[in-house]
C-alpha cells in the first residue's frame, strides 16, 4: 500500500459508525473519492491517509462549509454535511453533484467552457471580494507573499532549467504591488461541474486560502485553459473579459500580469513533468506577456 492510499476496509468501518455505506469508490492518485448512502439517499465521500494530503482535505471541508452561502456570484459550491478523522484517516461527506467538468484536458470539446465563459469570469471575480480579514492580517499576509512567491518561483526556475527568468524579472519589479484577497487555488474549468439545470458548481477547493493573491484565481485559469486545454483563443477572451467585467484598473492589471508571471513559471515545471502542459504555448505566453500584448 503506498503512503497515499486508503484503507478501504477501514474507511468502511469509520463510514458505518456514523450510519454511512460506501457504496462505489476510486483512487485515482492522492485521495479516495466515491459513493456512500444513508437512509435512502446518496451522498459524495472523499477521503485521505498521507498527513500532508489530510491536511489539504481538511481545507476543503472547512472552505466549503464557510463560503456555503456567501456570495459567489454564478457558482454553487457543495454542501458538507459531515466528517472524521481516527486510524491516520480523514474523511467528509457532502452533496453529490451529478454534472459534467466544464471542460477537461482529456478531451478538446470546448462547448459547456465557450458557453459559460462569462460565468467563470464571475466566479473567479465574486470570490476575491469575499472579506474575512482584517486590515493587520492582509499587511502582514502582504509581506509574507511578497517573500514567498519570489523564493517559489526561483525554486521552480532551478527546475525547469532556468526558463522563466524574463517572467520573475516582472514579478520582481512588481511584488510591491502585490495585494491580498481570497482565493479558490485551484480555478480551473475541470473543477466547475455543470448540472443538467445549468448550475455551476465549483470543486476541489483543497488549496483555498482567505489569504490569498488577488487575481490569482483568474490568471490560474488563464494559464492552465492556455497551455494545458491548449485552446489561447479562449484564455485570452476569459482574461480581457475579466479586465472588463472587474473594471480593473492599470495598477490591478500590473498585479494581474505579476500573478500570470507566476503561474508561467509554474507552467515551465509542469511540462517537464506532467506531459500535458505545452511548453511550447508557456514560451509563446511569456513572450506575448513581456511585450505586454495581453490586454
Not at 486590515?135 to 517559489?152: C, G, M, N, T, V
Not at 504591488?177 to 481570497?182: F, G, K, P, R, V
Amino acid at each position: 500500500m503506498s503512503g497515499f492510499e486508503v484503507d478501504t476496509a477501514r474507511l468502511e468501518k469509520l463510514l458505518l459508525n456514523e450510519g454511512y455505506k460506501l457504496v462505489s469508490h476510486r483512487q485515482p492518485w492522492r485521495h479516495l473519492v466515491g459513493e456512500v448512502e444513508k437512509e435512502g439517499k446518496t451522498y459524495f465521500v472523499k477521503a485521505s491517509a498521507d498527513k500532508e494530503i489530510r491536511e489539504r482535505t481538511k481545507n476543503e471541508f472547512a472552505w466549503n462549509e464557510r463560503v456555503r452561502g456567501m456570495n459567489l456570484g454564478p457558482l454553487n459550491v457543495p454542501e458538507v454535511y459531515g466528517s472524521g478523522e481516527s486510524e491516520g484517516i480523514f474523511w467528509f461527506v457532502g452533496e453529490f453533484i451529478r454534472g459534467v467538468p466544464m471542460a477537461s484536458v482529456k478531451s478538446t470539446d470546448s462547448t459547456y467552457l465557450e458557453k459559460y465563459l462569462d460565468k467563470a469570469v464571475e466566479g473567479a471575480l465574486a470570490i476575491a471580494k469575499i472579506e474575512t480579514l482584517l486590515p493587520k492580517d492582509k499587511h502582514h499576509l502582504r509581506e509574507y507573499w511578497q517573500e514567498r512567491i519570489f523564493s517559489a518561483t526561483d525554486d521552480w526556475i532551478k527546475r525547469a532549467d532556468g526558463k522563466g527568468i524574463m517572467a520573475q524579472n516582472l514579478i520582481k519589479n512588481r511584488l510591491g504591488e502585490l495585494e491580498i484577497a481570497s482565493i479558490h487555488g485551484d480555478y480551473t474549468p475541470w473543477h466547475m461541474l455543470v448540472t443538467s439545470d445549468e448550475r455551476i458548481f465549483l470543486i476541489d477547493s483543497e488549496a483555498a486560502q482567505m489569504g490569498g493573491l488577488a487575481h490569482y484565481d483568474a490568471a490560474y485559469f488563464f494559464h492552465r485553459v492556455y497551455t494545458k486545454f491548449k485552446r489561447p483563443d479562449i484564455a485570452l477572451r476569459f482574461l480581457r473579459r475579466y479586465v472588463e467585467l472587474g473594471k480593473l484598473t492599470d495598477k490591478e492589471k500590473r498585479v494581474l500580469e505579476a500573478m500570470i508571471a507566476q503561474r508561467l513559471i509554474g507552467g515551465y515545471f509542469d511540462a517537464v513533468n506532467d506531459e500535458v502542459t505545452s511548453l511550447e504555448l508557456n514560451t509563446k505566453l511569456e513572450e506575448k506577456l513581456v511585450a505586454q500584448d495581453l490586454f
